[in-house]
């Protein structure tokens, strides 16, 4: 699997309308799906998946060069229901993970655990179906051999019962090409994936690592931020820190917003939002990272452009997204490039300004 630093040939989403899941018939999440797609495809191609109910809304609101693909799904977050590619350098296929809804907390999810190998066929390439319940938001890799877990996500009994961590690792070398196995521990606090490693830490390097950085003792990430540091330091990585947004929680009229459903999730008025901002996605040439209104957010800025010297930093309003249950890294899949990737980049940032005028 490479690294999503390297050159893609577009990116995967899918237009949000669950009303579960979604505030408001999902109209403000659609409002922010089509601004982050509009920002990313100034950077790379990139298509979007839509119900047909929903197509015709995602073509009014995407800009032109938004290519739009017809295909079910139960929701919209493309890093975990859509295909996980590989490459040996010459052809591209795609793994094919068992889902489960985050350990069965939407219902229904058969749609979802249908797409990556319908997106698959659609590209006419190879899809491995994986024996294990995985979501690609619970994997980070260098593109060298070394990923990064949660033992709370790949090792959670309602994922895959009697699993052990040599089965794991047998399995994540198989499927991903890694040799070498970073356990951290626990994910972020309320996190409702039950511990994704994308919304904690994720490689910006061979050896380095951000790490989302908690300095309140108070709170409760406090802890799990210095457990994923040591764990880290034992494998000789580089830590860069990435400070976490002040607290953040459901308002009441947002709660309100949500309607109810065959759902296992918490999601009233009070409810802790696992904010944090490593949960961005590297576009080419960009990086496009969550903004959450905070004080913090320029100083997130600029570490992201030390740690990514040469890429444009495109801080963009999510907490929308964030409401849904994820941020930017869940609702994107990068396809890597096998052919040098197009752009349309002053169409779509025309569209983009205008969005937010």
């Known amino acids: 699997m490479p ?7 577009r990116c995967w989403m899918i237009w949000p309308e669950r009303p579960d899941n979604w505030r408001d018939d999902a109209k403000p999440a659609q409002q922010a799906f089509a601004r982050m797609a509009a920002a990313i495809s100034r950077y790379e191609p990139l298509t979007m998946l839509a119900s047909a109910a929903q197509r015709q809304a995602a073509r009014n609101a995407l ?7 017809e295909m079910p799904s139960n929701d919209s977050w493309a890093r975990d229901t859509g295909p996980s590619f590989v490459t040996n350098g010459r052809e591209l296929r795609g793994v094919d993970w068992r889902f489960n809804a985050w350990a069965g907390l939407y219902a229904p999810w058969d749609a979802d655990d249908r797409l990556a190998s319908s997106l698959c066929d659609r590209l006419g390439i190879p899809c491995y179906r994986a024996p294990l319940v995985l979501e690609g938001g619970a994997i980070h890799v260098d593109g060298e051999g070394t990923a990064l ?10 994922r895959n019962p009697g699993v052990t961590r040599p089965m794991m690792e047998s399995w994540l070398a198989d499927y991903l090409g890694v040799t070498t196995i970073i356990w951290l521990g626990q994910g972020i606090p309320e996190d409702e994936t039950g511990g994704h490693v994308d919304n904690l830490a994720c490689f910006a390097s061979p050896g380095r690592v951000l790490l989302a950085w908690c300095g309140d003792p108070a709170d409760p990430h406090h802890d799990v931020s210095r457990d994923a540091e040591a764990r880290l330091r034992r494998h000789g990585m580089e830590i860069i820190k990435l400070p976490m947004p002040p607290p953040m929680f459901i308002t ?3 709660a309100a917003g949500i309607q109810p459903g065959d759902s296992n999730m918490q999601r009233g008025e009070g409810a ?16 496009i990272a969550p903004a959450f209104g905070a004080a913090t957010d320029g100083e997130a800025a600029a570490i992201l452009a030390r740690a990514f010297p040469g890429r ?16 930017i890294h869940c609702i994107t899949q990068q396809q890597p490039a096998t052919a040098p990737a197009g752009r349309c980049r002053q169409q779509a940032a025309g569209f983009n300004n205008a969005a937010q005028g």
């Open 3 to 9: 690294a999503e630093w390297e050159p893609h040939e």
């Open 312 to 327: 444009e930093i495109v801080m963009l309003p999510a907490r929308e997204i964030l409401l849904g249950g994820g941020n």
């Open 272 to 287: 802790r939002l696992a904010a944090s901002y490593v949960n961005f996605y590297l576009a080419n040439g960009a990086v």
């Open 149 to 158: 877990v949660t033992e709370a996500c790949l090792l959670d009994p309602a």
């Open 252 to 254: 009441a009229a947002e």
């Open 63 to 69: 800009p032109a060069c938004v290519d739009i693909i």
